[in-house]
């Protein structure tokens, strides 16, 4: 028998809602329901959700009436950084399950405290890291994969370099120009380095304000090193460099430069999701097989060192398989109804969290950090 779609609220409607949450909830309707959204000042008597997608929806003024709504069985918190800890717990202490959007709090001490909330009602947990269903890092996840027999193979790593860069010399009037780049972007990108290659041995961060146009402790530009051990995860000595810079002209602009002992791999340009998401007429097209596909000119590059030590091979690796936010949805779903594998575990979230601390501490203190074992 079919189980009944989860009755859901998506606490927010401004970018995280109406772009990441609302338009998944609507286009999986075997698996969810848009019960209520969270509208502090509708303009319009249907709100944002019906101007966007024409549906109607219950809007609930505050955080209390999501937590006494009876209907609600699921919770997606999109609402700014510092809310998500209060939100997320006020939903899981009134017995529903939590999607909190990242970073999933702003302290590893919150981060805790839910999980033991979750674990002692029952309830599922989930931090919304959708980056790990970029095209691109599918495509790398791929690449890295290959058997070392396999003469694309890149060897052992040596270095893997990520990046999210954009040239923004203004601010938006936009909550996140107060939230700083290493909790709104770093919380990806060491995500996605902490689940391909695990904890890190030490971390050494540089976090700045360049533009100087917020407040000086909200920064707009970090570098973040993770440094392995030999042995974990490879033989040698490995370092991986994350990076986001807010003034890079550049176009495309650096994704990934991962360089090993028998090739590097680099890579241009961004999943295409986010700006499909924005300018899609319905929330149908995200089932079309275009969506989430990359164009070809932002495919990778491979190269390879030949036996000689001297000729270099050069292969497009391409994204074969398209971005697909919606696998984490539909993971949620059956974590919720069919008590499936959780692919995003809250102890990976709250390590990022945990990684987003240690790097603040080790730019402040202007010195390499050990990270402690486990």
């Known amino acids: ?187 990806h990108l060491l995500d996605q380095a902490l689940k391909l290659f695990g904890r890190p041995a030490q971390i050494t961060a540089f976090i700045q304000n360049i533009r100087g146009v917020t407040k000086p402790e909200v920064d707009d530009i970090f570098t973040i090193y993770l440094h392995y051990n030999p042995g974990t995860p490879f033989s040698n000595q490995f370092t991986v460099l994350l990076r986001s810079h807010i003034l890079s002209v550049k176009s495309p602009q650096l994704r990934y430069a991962v360089r090993g002992t028998k090739g590097m791999f680099t890579k241009y340009g961004l999943d295409t999701q986010e700006d499909q998401l924005k300018a899609m007429p319905s929330v149908s097209s995200i089932l079309e097989p275009n969506y989430g596909q990359e164009p070809e000119s932002i495919y990778g590059i491979v190269e390879n060192i030949g036996d000689d030590g001297v000729t270099i091979t050069k292969t497009t690796w391409p994204s074969e398989a398209p971005g697909q936010y919606i696998g984490l949805f539909k993971n949620l779903a059956g974590v919720i109804r069919n008590n499936e594998e959780i692919e995003v575990k809250w102890a990976e979230t709250t390590q990022v969290i945990e990684m987003i601390e240690l790097a603040y501490q080790s730019s402040a203190a202007g010195r390499t950090l050990e990270v402690p074992k486990l």
């Open 1 to 187: 028998m079919a189980l009944s779609p989860i009755k859901t609220c998506v606490l927010g409607v401004g970018l995280a809602g109406l772009t990441f949450h609302v338009p998944f909830v609507l286009a999986l309707p075997e698996l969810f329901t848009l019960t209520a959204v969270l509208e502090r000042n509708p303009q319009t008597p249907g709100g944002k959700v019906q101007q966007r997608f024409g549906v109607t929806t219950k809007i609930h003024r505050t955080v209390e009436e999501v937590a006494n709504d009876p209907e609600v069985e699921l919770v997606i918190v999109g609402t700014p950084n510092d809310t998500h800890y209060p939100f997320a717990k006020a939903a899981l202490e009134a017995g529903k399950h939590v999607l909190v959007d990242k970073p999933v709090t702003e302290t590893v001490k919150e981060a805790n405290e839910l999980a033991a909330i979750a674990k002692a009602k029952g309830l599922v947990l989930y931090g919304y890291q959708n980056r790990r269903w970029d095209s691109d890092h599918l495509a790398l996840k791929r690449l890295l994969s290959l058997p070392s027999s396999s003469p694309l193979s890149l060897g052992n790593l040596l270095e893997f370099e990520s990046h999210y860069d954009r040239y923004r010399a203004g601010i938006r009037s936009s909550w996140k120009d107060s939230a700083g780049a290493v909790y709104d972007l770093g919380s």
